[in-house]
């Protein structure tokens, strides 16, 4: 009799261990494929694009987002710049469109291009009498399945201007939320 009792005990015990078991197992192949498949954290390194975003912040990067839709203009996105470094940088020009730059002015089909997002860093500049941008680019036009890339901080980039157009399949994905630090925790705006 003793012994029925204490099989009836570990009976629930052994069904709720193996009711965690589950549940965290479960837990662990969502993260997984979360991770690795929809969404991936991702941290700023170097200047190049202050000053939105700084060296030490970390992203998520939504990686199926160009699977839905393609890159759009100033949307930020984490590239394979090499085959062990990826870049982060803006769209600014998308395929079959022409793109030039010209000191502090970025045109694309020869319309400027309002950089909202910009704004205030042209602005100090302008006041202090100096260029915000000292690297020009001259038209080209922007092949099929590529975008155009700069950094938001135009003098300390190393992006399209030099690396070239960036082809689609080397896009990780778009950068939609800065997560660390806490105080700067934001959705990343596009315009």
Same mark, same amino acid.
């Given at each position: 009799m003793e012994q029925e009792q204490t099989m009836?005990?570990?009976?629930?015990?052994?069904?709720?261990?193996?009711?965690?078991?589950?549940? *965290? *197992?479960?837990?662990?192949?969502?993260?997984?494929?979360?991770?690795? *498949?929809?969404?991936?954290?991702?941290?700023?390194?170097?200047?190049?694009?202050?000053?939105?975003?700084?060296?030490?912040?970390? *992203?998520?990067?939504?990686?199926i987002i160009y699977s839905i839709h393609k890159p759009q203009h100033g949307e930020v996105v984490v590239f394979h710049?090499?085959?062990?470094?990826?870049?982060?940088?803006?769209?600014?020009?998308?395929?079959?469109?022409?793109?030039?730059?010209?000191?502090?002015?970025?045109?694309?089909?020869?319309q400027l291009v309002d950089e909202t997002?910009?704004?205030?860093?042209?602005?100090?500049?302008?006041?202090?009498?100096?260029?915000?941008?000292?690297?020009?680019?001259?038209?080209k036009t922007v092949p099929e399945g590529s975008v155009f890339v700069m950094g938001d901080n135009r003098s300390n980039s190393q992006d399209s201007r030099d690396i070239g157009f960036i082809k689609y399949d080397q896009i990780v994905g778009r950068a939609d939320l800065i997560f660390w630090p806490f105080d700067k925790i934001s959705f990343v705006h596009f315009k």
């Open positions: 009836e005990k570990s009976s629930p015990l052994k069904n709720e261990a193996w009711e965690w078991v589950k549940a *965290l *197992l479960i837990a662990a192949v969502l993260v997984f494929f979360i991770r690795w *498949l929809i969404f991936a954290p991702f941290i700023v390194e170097g200047p190049s694009m202050e000053p939105n975003f700084y060296t030490s912040e970390r *992203l998520i990067v939504n990686k710049a090499t085959k062990d470094k990826d870049y982060i940088k803006r769209v600014i020009a998308v395929p079959g469109e022409t793109v030039k730059v010209e000191g502090d002015k970025v045109y694309v089909n020869n997002y910009l704004k205030k860093a042209l602005d100090d500049a302008a006041k202090k009498g100096i260029p915000y941008n000292t690297r020009n680019f001259p038209e």
